[in-house]
């Protein structure tokens, strides 16, 4: 059975950084392309950033590109989102999901962890 669970979210001022993590377990995590999604209230789900599944190759969005970084390592089944320069319209529910190969969408996601930026 195909667990993901995020951690690291919290309440950060604006302009400060923050570091999530995802702990993947159930299937081959270094098999598969993985991402990152937000949700901010009010508003739907938004990618964020990918990685492919050996780690060498990373896609962002443009509203976090040079500013959030992910990565992954493949011996920890662990995904990571480094985030700087953090904005309030960073505020948002984030997501670690595992790509469904082929389709362009995801078949499994965590539960989310906060992330408020506010002064």
């Known amino acids: 059975q195909v667990h993901l669970v995020e951690s690291g979210g919290g309440l950060v001022q604006p302009g400060g950084s923050l570091g999530l993590s995802c702990v993947a377990s159930?299937?081959?995590?270094?098999?598969?392309?993985m991402l990152w999604l937000r949700q901010a209230p009010g508003k739907g789900l938004e990618w964020v950033a990918s990685?492919?599944?050996?780690?060498?190759?990373?896609y962002y969005g443009e509203a976090v590109k040079g500013r959030f970084t992910i990565a992954r390592d493949n011996d920890k089944n662990t995904l990571y989102l480094r985030m700087i320069g953090l904005k309030p319209e960073d505020t948002a529910v984030y997501y670690c999901?595992?790509?469904?190969?082929?389709?362009?969408?995801?078949?499994?996601w965590g539960q989310g962890t906060q992330v408020t930026v506010s002064s």
């Open positions: 999901a595992k790509d469904l190969p082929g389709t362009g969408s995801c078949d499994y």
């Open positions: 159930g299937f081959t995590f270094g098999s598969y392309w």
């Open positions: 990685v492919n599944a050996g780690g060498g190759s990373v």
